[in-house]
Nanobody
Framework: EVQLVESGGGLVQAGGSLRLSCAAS????????IAWFRQAPGKEREGVSC????????YYADSVKGRFTISSDNAKNTVYLQMNSLKPEDTAVYYC?????????????????WGQGTQVTVSS
């Protein structure tokens, strides 16, 4: 059974940090790209960041560049999203997702597997 399980969300003040984790199982982790998406109430889902498990290449949305860092521990089949200098506009449910390859990484419809999401709330 394929599973993506997010953890690490919570409530933080503006300027603070959180680290999200996405634990994957049930598929060959090294063959997939793992991405983080977020969706705030009333807004469209947004691709935040993506990492290739095979070569470690990383991608970021302009809105988080310089503040968020994605990383992967292939031995643990886990991807992390370190979020620093958080802003109230980062408030959203954050999802991890997996697909083969990083082409079109911002397009959620291309992803094969999704986690259940974790809430991140940044207070001003």
């Amino acid at each position: 059974e394929v599973q993506l399980v997010e953890s690490g969300g919570g409530l933080v003040q503006a300027g603070g940090s959180l680290r999200l984790s996405c634990a994957a199982s049930g598929f060959t982790f090294d063959d997939y790209a793992i991405a983080w998406f977020r969706q705030a109430p009333g807004k469209e889902r947004e691709g935040v960041s993506c990492i290739s498990s095979s070569d470690g290449s990383t991608y970021y949305a302009d809105s988080v560049k310089g503040r968020f860092t994605i990383s992967s521990d292939n031995a643990k089949n886990t991807v992390y999203l370190q979020m620093n200098s958080l802003k109230p506009e980062d408030t959203a449910v954050y999802y991890c997702a997996a697909k083969g390859g990083t082409t079109g990484w911002k397009l959620g419809r291309l992803y094969d597997y999704w986690g259940q999401g974790t809430q991140v709330t940044v207070s001003s």
